[in-house]
């Protein structure tokens, strides 16, 4: 059976002022697919998933999700994507649980199942105990569970992680990889966003290696390894960037050490 397409960005481009970060990037999304938006930091990622959820608006192109340009229909979208940012910013002065709460009432969830919801996700995510401290008093690794609730409580349409294995321990690195597996099974798309190579490798389906903004190379992971004659993505990038001529570099510089 033919797989939907969730998300569509053709030919975007945004730049600020001379500089440009994303340059003619497309995108496809297919309900059931984790897609992996691979590159390093400053490769265009965060302004690419802006773009997406109509936080900035590019020069050009046209982002649609399940057919509705973004830009025309911001806030219908805004209740059909779940996003994981790559910061931990929250509302520190409120609980984990308060903060939940807040986050099931501004998109209208009913109470007594999103409490619940709520309750199993903690319990998970080994943060039950913690429900009631301050978020100002949780580490790194918490507040990226936290946020990993609020972005799946309204069981959105499409899932968006940013940089989502950033502070995470091995065991929930874990965990998250079988969250992923299983909302794959229930037809939700997901963007990942990382520089993670190990990690996208582990659970993409299809994945775009950026520098710069432009692609460098785009397809299923297999078809991406099989094209750069590499066993990982990892070596697929090094070789598309030629980073590796970068090692003589390190070693004229360490030479004298």
């Not at 409120?94 to 996700?121: H, M, S, V």
């Not at 946020?147 to 940013?162: C, E, G, K, S, Y």
Request: glycine share 6%.
């Amino acid at each position: 059976m033919r797989k939907q397409k969730v998300l569509e960005m053709e030919s975007v481009t945004k730049a600020y002022g001379d500089h440009v970060v994303v340059n003619n990037l497309s995108v496809t999304l297919f309900e059931g697919e984790v897609f992996g938006l691979l590159g390093p930091n400053g490769s265009g990622k965060t302004t690419t998933i802006k773009s997406m959820t109509g936080l900035l608006t590019p020069d050009a192109g046209i982002i649609t999700i399940d057919g509705l340009d973004v830009a025309a229909h911001a806030m219908k979208i805004k209740h059909m994507i779940g996003v994981m940012p790559d910061v931990d910013e929250l509302m520190e002065d409120l609980t984990a649980w308060e903060f939940l709460r807040f986050i099931a009432a501004i998109r209208q969830l009913p109470t007594t199942n999103t409490d619940k919801q709520i309750e199993e996700w903690l319990r998970l995510l080994g943060i039950w105990e913690d429900r009631k401290r301050l978020l100002h008093s949780f580490s790194h690794g918490m507040r990226k569970k936290v946020q990993l609730v609020a972005t799946l409580l309204h069981q959105p349409r499409l899932i968006i992680l940013d940089e989502p294995t950033t502070g995470l321990d091995p065991e929930m690195i874990y965990l998250l990889k079988q969250v992923l597996r299983e909302i794959k099974q229930k037809q939700i798309a997901v963007l990942l966003s990382t520089h993670d190579l190990f990690f996208a490798q582990q659970v993409c389906d299809r994945v775009c290696l950026i520098q710069n903004g432009m692609e460098l190379i785009q397809g299923e992971v297999k078809w991406v390894l099989k094209q750069c004659q590499a066993t990982s993505l990892e070596e697929s990038y090094i070789q598309l960037t030629q980073s590796q001529d970068k090692r003589g570099q390190i070693h004229a510089i360490l030479d004298h050490w």
